[in-house]
């Protein structure tokens, strides 16, 4: 079945870097794009970016504008979002979802929590 | 940035009533809206896009409606597993979610 496969949780201190994967299955990957998502504890849904698996182009939310970065590996299906320069209102569980045809959000991965301390 | 504003944050209803939510662009996004839904500890599921459209395998107690800058989500007789928080979002231009409407037992 379509799915969307998350890389575990992480504990990272302030200023570090972290790695999160979203491996696809079941279906053509380069054929839709994946957006990250993230939920701060108790909070609501704030979108991150996209990124095209077809062409790899990007588009980023202006707040976070130098601090992330996402790449995909059409080798393996796998998207990845790298954010760099972690502070403690980072924390939070991290979403890929894939961009439907008709530009919603039609599958998830199941969260990856990160967690930001000293 | 498109800001989309639900209300109310919180509506208790009791079983088998209707409930009705609401969102609102801070511009027109024409019919480029989706609902989603989120229990617990689970990821967000797609329940409505197209303002209107059902996704695949949601009930038909989930209704969507609106268009530019008012919409609305109507749950017509929840039932026990509805008990969620609701988001909107918007996909006019790129994508923002709503704050979320969470619908608790009354």
């Known amino acids: 079945q379509v799915q969307l496969v998350q890389s575990g949780a992480e504990v990272k201190k302030p200023g570090a870097s972290v790695k999160v994967s979203c491996k696809a299955s079941g279906y053509t990957f380069t054929s839709y794009g994946i957006s990250w998502v993230r939920q701060a504890p108790g909070q609501g849904l704030e979108w991150m970016g996209w990124?095209?698996?077809?062409?790899?182009?990007?588009n980023y939310a202006q707040k976070l504008q130098g601090r992330v970065t996402m790449t995909t590996d059409t080798s393996t299906s796998t998207a990845y979002m790298e954010l760099r320069s972690l502070r403690s209102d980072d924390t939070a569980v991290y979403y890929c979802a894939r961009r439907a045809p008709i530009d919603a959000f039609d599958i998830w991965g199941q969260g990856t929590m990160v967690t930001v301390s000293s | 940035e498109i800001v989309m504003t639900q209300s109310p944050a919180t509506l208790s209803v009791s079983p088998g009533e209707r409930a009705t939510l609401s969102c609102r662009a801070s511009?027109?996004?024409?019919?480029?809206l989706a609902w989603y839904q989120q229990k617990p500890g689970q990821a967000p599921r797609l329940l409505i896009y197209g303002a209107s459209t059902r996704a695949t395998g949601i009930p038909a107690r989930f209704s969507g409606s609106g268009s530019g800058t008012e919409f609305t989500l109507t749950i017509s007789s929840l039932q026990s597993e509805d008990f969620a928080v609701y988001y909107c979002q918007q996909y006019n231009n790129w994508w923002t979610f709503g704050q979320g409407t969470k619908v608790e037992i009354k």
């Open positions: 511009q027109s996004v024409s019919s480029n």
């Open positions: 990124i095209s698996a077809y062409n790899g182009n990007t």
